[in-house]
């Protein structure tokens, strides 16, 4: 049986990183992999510390980009946010807390077992952004009509900027957006493959 042209076109959105499908389908079942819990070169003298997760194991999740999932850290449990590592993969910031209650080590490895949310929970909106809507009507009333994960993915773009001025002119690009009725920001690179911006792992300290 031929493919079809829509399927085609399916299959090269759901291949491109840089596209997100809010309707794919949701991993289920447990991933159980194994990784290194490492402390960041800067800033010196942190209390959290940080793994990234195997290719193999971040392959199973939902999308490239980021993704919000409940599980444990050699048996301690938690609910974090997956971020991309510019690589195809994910990393995960652990807390002092965490890490503590799981009682292990920085520079040991660890067994973990993660799970994406059933719903993603809403997105922190940062005080500029926040300012900028209230000062627009019609954007602001976008920005309630859409999901948490479209506010999750303006956020992201508008954050994933090195720069301040990057930051300002993304700022004022959306509320321009959003008050014309785009819902979504798109296409930006949500996985950091293609233009990294500040998205990634830190630098782990020396051993």
């Given amino acids: ?33 194994k990784a290194k819990l490492s402390r960041p070169a800067e800033p010196k003298g942190a209390a959290w510390s940080f ?4 290719a193999a194991a971040s392959k199973k999740l939902p999308t490239r980009s980021m993704v919000t999932v409940d599980g444990t850290l050699a048996g301690a449990a ?20 965490l890490r503590e209650a799981a009682g292990v080590e920085a520079g040991e490895t660890v067994e973990l077992e993660v799970a994406p949310v ?11 952004l926040k300012q900028a809507l209230a000062s627009d009507c ?28 990057t930051r300002a002119k993304r700022i004022a690009t959306a509320i321009d957006k959003l008050a014309s009725g785009n819902r ?12 990294k911006g500040n998205m990634g792992p830190p630098e782990a300290a020396a051993e």
């Fill in 138 to 165: 019609a954007a602001e009333a976008t920005w309630f009509d859409i999901t948490p994960v479209a506010r999750r993915d303006w956020i992201h773009w508008i954050t994933s900027g090195k720069k301040a001025e």
């Fill in 51 to 54: 793994l990234v997760l195997p």
């Fill in 184 to 195: 979504r920001a798109c296409c930006f690179d949500r996985s950091g493959m293609y233009s």
């Fill in 78 to 97: 938690f609910r974090a946010r997956l971020e991309p590592d510019g690589a195809g993969s994910h990393w995960l910031k652990v807390e002092k807390k």
């Fill in 118 to 128: 059933a719903k993603e929970p809403e997105p922190k909106v940062p005080p500029d």
């Fill in 1 to 33: 049986m031929g493919t079809t042209h829509g399927e085609a076109a399916v299959r090269q959105v759901v291949n491109d990183p840089r596209c997100y499908l809010s309707a794919m389908a949701k991993t289920t079942v447990p991933i159980k992999f």
